[in-house]
């Protein structure tokens, strides 16, 4: 288990997030229209984890990534939260949020398989706000566990890993 915080309180994690250069774990998300989203094929990948878009750091993230993701040249940004795909639809489509795909984990074990679900504390059972950065084949290039759920992650660390 990892230990990040809430509001300066410790809570658990479900596992570790994967080790820089291991191979990620596959994932199969639930996408905004129900679609399965799945990592693309011969692109970077930038995983943005927290716990729900209904709150103003996890939209910030959103917000930032997606513009961020307009210059990342073969790159794609996932966003992702425990968030049904309806209410991240909502969200995307009254920000104008194009540049990411925002999906859900509701059908999945996304959150045990990045050691990611945190397992304590009010907001037990959604995922700890994390980034896993992923180069074309998979394999992790970057990870950030932020300290305290009411940060925001380290956006350019994010985006320098995949220099």
């Known amino acids: 288990m990892a230990t990040t915080a809430f509001k300066g309180t410790p809570v658990q994690t479900s ?5 820089v250069g291991a191979a990620a774990p596959d994932y199969a998300l639930t996408g905004a229209d129900l679609g399965e ?11 943005n984890i927290f716990p729900s878009i209904d709150t103003g750091v996890c939209a910030a993230s959103v ?3 997606n513009e961020l993701a ?4 073969d790159t794609s940004v ?3 939260s425990a968030d049904l795909p309806f209410a991240l639809g909502r969200f995307c489509g009254a920000e104008g949020i194009e540049n990411v795909t925002a999906a859900s984990t509701f059908r999945s074990d996304f ?7 945190m397992t304590d504390g009010p907001l037990h059972g959604l995922l700890a706000r994390s980034v896993v950065v992923l180069d074309r084949d998979g394999s ?5 566990l932020v300290p ?8 350019d660390a994010a985006v320098s890993a995949l220099s």
């Open 148 to 155: 305290d759920i009411v940060q925001e992650p380290d956006y």
């Open 37 to 47: 989203v799945v990592r693309p094929d011969g692109r970077r990948v930038v995983l």
């Open 111 to 117: 959150g045990d398989d990045y050691g990611v679900t």
């Open 140 to 144: 992790v290039l970057h990870t950030e």
């Open 63 to 65: 917000r930032k990534f």
């Open 78 to 80: 996932v966003c992702v």
């Open 15 to 19: 596992g570790e997030l994967p080790a």
């Open 70 to 73: 307009a210059g990342l040249d």
